[in-house]
């Protein structure tokens, strides 16, 4: 059962807002909100509001609650006088936390993005990114970067369906016989990207991409109920959101679909997530 917050209370808020902060962050920020209220306790209520909106962004990875810790974070900033203890590890979480957003944001192209929170960045903590000028370059000439992408993926594509018809073979990955994984790490392996050989730990990196904006070359993963992946496959095509895919099952190479008998009662139900490997 949650700490209740007593009308009576006559803790000092500095004492109220870090007992609070350590037994439910949630009710810490009902709090700040209240203590904000009033003029001598905006710089305190700014700092805890910023780190508990950060917590809350660990535990549920909602970005609204990131920004809104960077909201009261910058608000907080700039202040000439701090009378109350601060703790720096909680301004670094959300230093690093801020910096994997906008590594994300440039990995999934999406650049204008990726600089309007690199210059937040900028902003709150005094430093730029090793990405900025990268992200700045791209936005400068998105086209150079686009049709490199497209050229590895086409590539990438046309190397899977030279192994159309490779035999299933298990713990292979030559075309004298695959398994799923296999497979996958030989396709990326030839265009120089090393994947880990199996396909719980090919799931462990890149980036997960929802269904509707896969594109071809991104991995699709599948598994049981309990999210333990015991297979993977290669997006051949997202047509308005109808996904095929390449990938070597007992059968060996070949492509399915959706709207397939086979897809859609066996695949389509242990598809678990997709990922475009960086």
């Avoid at 962004?57 to 974070?73: M, N, P, Q």
């Avoid at 210059?119 to 150079?144: M, Q, R």
């Avoid at 990955?173 to 730990?201: A, E, H, Q, W, Y």
């Avoid at 049981?224 to 060996?252: E, F, Q, R, W």
Wanted: aromatic fraction near 8%; charge should be positive; proline fraction near 2%.
């Amino acid at each position: 059962m949650g700490l209740q917050i007593q009308a009576k209370d006559k803790l000092e808020p500095e004492e109220t807002l870090k007992r609070l902060y350590d037994i439910d962050v949630e009710l810490c920020i009902q709090k700040g909100k209240e203590l904000s209220r009033v003029r001598d306790n905006r710089t305190l209520t700014n700092y805890y509001l910023a780190i508990s909106y950060h917590a809350l962004y660990v535990e549920s990875s909602r970005f609204s609650d990131l920004k809104r810790a960077t909201v009261y974070l910058d608000k907080f900033n700039g202040k000439s006088k701090v009378d109350f203890e601060i703790q720096p590890v909680l301004i670094a979480g959300i230093k690093s936390s801020l910096a994997v957003i906008v590594q994300e944001l440039n990995e999934k192209a999406k650049y204008k993005k990726a600089l309007k929170y690199s210059e937040k960045y900028t902003g709150l903590f005094n430093e730029t990114l090793s990405l900025h000028n990268d992200i700045l370059a791209k936005l400068a000439n998105p086209s150079v970067d686009e049709k490199q992408t497209a050229s590895e993926k086409g590539k990438l594509i046309r190397d899977a369906e030279n192994l159309i018809g490779t035999r299933y073979q298990y713990g292979g990955n030559t075309k004298s016989g695959m398994d799923c994984s296999g497979f996958t790490s030989n396709v990326f392996g030839l265009s120089g990207i090393m994947l880990p050989r199996t396909s719980s730990m090919q799931s462990t990196v890149g980036t997960r991409i929802s269904r509707k904006n896969c594109k071809p070359g991104d991995l699709i993963f599948f598994g049981t109920n309990d999210s333990k992946v015991n297979h993977v496959g290669i997006i051949y095509a997202n047509d308005n959101g109808v996904l095929s895919m390449i990938h070597c099952p007992k059968t060996g190479v070949g492509i399915e679909k959706q709207g397939e008998v086979g897809f859609d009662n066996y695949w389509e139900k242990r598809i678990l997530f997709i990922k475009r490997m960086n």
